[in-house]
């Protein structure tokens, strides 16, 4: 039996395992695996590192030319961010990207790259992608969508265990803090809100494990591969 090859879009908010996820989902099903989050991360990274206004169109246009993002697999075979060049995976993880991106990814000329960028990734399908507007905006006719839900403690406490992951102790208060007024600017920004496609199949992560959240995916992308 011959698979057609897809595309799965994951949405979500922050921290509900999306990214975890898609990672190995992909690897299962040997797909490619792109973390739109990661390219508006890199994007933050530069806009913060040459002082880019958000609030004078040129200079974002100027800094979006000289912005090149890709994905390459390391030793481990897990996908890492580069930034011109430069691997920025640790960089764009820390808290001083995560308490900018959001305002970033408001920037109707950001969305505008990046989603022609994710377009392209995506265009011979096999692709896993996570992010907040794939199976809204990027990929509408995506032949599975996913859409991540949990509860905001789990949610905090998970992300917690990311940054320790990288020697960083963060306070849960302020974890929450940022969880709380990403979702907010996610959620409520004029450009490509964060909503779930109303035929997008919902997963609520908070009491199950990455493997069932992994399984049920699987599960239903190779009822898509079958069937499309
Ligand atoms: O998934 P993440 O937490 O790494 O995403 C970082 C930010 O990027 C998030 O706060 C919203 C933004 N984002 C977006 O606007 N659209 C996407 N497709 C992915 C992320």
């Known amino acids: 039996m011959r698979l057609k090859k897809i595309v799965i879009a ?12 898609a990672k190995q989902v992909a690897k299962i099903l040997g797909y490619k695996y792109i973390d739109t989050g990661a390219m508006y991360r890199a994007v933050t990274l530069y806009f913060l590192d040459h ?29 890492e961010t580069f930034l011109n060049g430069l691997n920025v995976e640790k960089e764009i993880r820390k808290m001083r990207i995560s308490d900018n991106v959001s305002q970033v990814s408001t920037l109707k000329q950001v969305r505008e790259a990046m989603v022609a ?22 990929f509408p006719d995506a032949e599975l969508k996913v859409f991540m839900t949990a509860d905001m403690n789990i949610r905090a406490y998970r992300r917690q265990q990311e940054l320790l ?29 964060l909503k ?16 069932e959240q ?8 190779i009822s898509r591969m079958v069937s499309e």
């Open 196 to 211: 779930k496609a109303d035929d997008a199949h919902e997963i609520d992560t908070s009491f199950i494990t990455l493997e």
């Open 117 to 138: 960028q994710q377009r392209k990734m995506g265009k011979e399908k096999g692709v896993v992608m996570d992010g907040r507007d794939i199976g809204t905006v990027v």
């Open 51 to 79: 002082y880019i206004s958000l609030t004078n169109p040129k200079e974002v246009s100027k800094a979006l030319d000289d912005i090149k993002i890709q994905f390459h697999l390391n030793a481990e075979k897990q996908s």
């Open 165 to 193: 992951a990288n020697d960083k102790l963060v306070d849960l208060e302020e974890v929450i803090e940022n969880l709380i007024m990403r979702d907010r600017i996610d959620t409520t920004r004029a450009e490509s809100p």
């Open 214 to 221: 992994v399984e049920e995916v699987v599960r239903l992308a």
């Open 10 to 21: 994951i949405d979500g908010y922050s921290a509900c395992g999306k990214s975890s996820t």
